[in-house]
């Protein structure tokens, strides 16, 4: 069955850094990108960065641009989002989903798999 697997959530203090993988069991004719979200209490879901397949392209959030870092590895049909200069209002959960990435599009979308999500908390 299809599914996305989101791993390495955790609490941090502001300032620190996390390290999230996202496995991917999709069959690769039902996607060409990957994206990930987030959603803190109360706030709408937000798109955090996606990447194409191949890695050619990727999108970023403006809240996170310069900050947070999305790359494949291929090895192990994931993605990673690096997440530095974590700040309070990083604080959610995250999810990835698998889609796909329309041409002359800026991001990814058409998600048709999402994963069940890792908690990501910032303190001050």
Known sequence: QARLVESGGDS??????LRLSCAVFVATYKYN????????????????????????????????????TISQDNAKSAVILQMNSLMPEDT????????NWARGAMACGQYNTWGQGTQVTVSS
């Open 33 to 68: 990108c990957v994206g990930w979200f987030r959603q803190a209490p109360g706030k709408e879901r937000e798109a955090v960065a996606s990447i194409l397949n191949g890695g050619d392209l990727a999108y970023y959030g403006d809240s996170v641009k310069g900050r947070f």
């Open 12 to 17: 941090v203090q502001a300032g620190g850094s």
């Open 92 to 99: 959610a959960m995250y999810y990835c989903a698998a889609g």
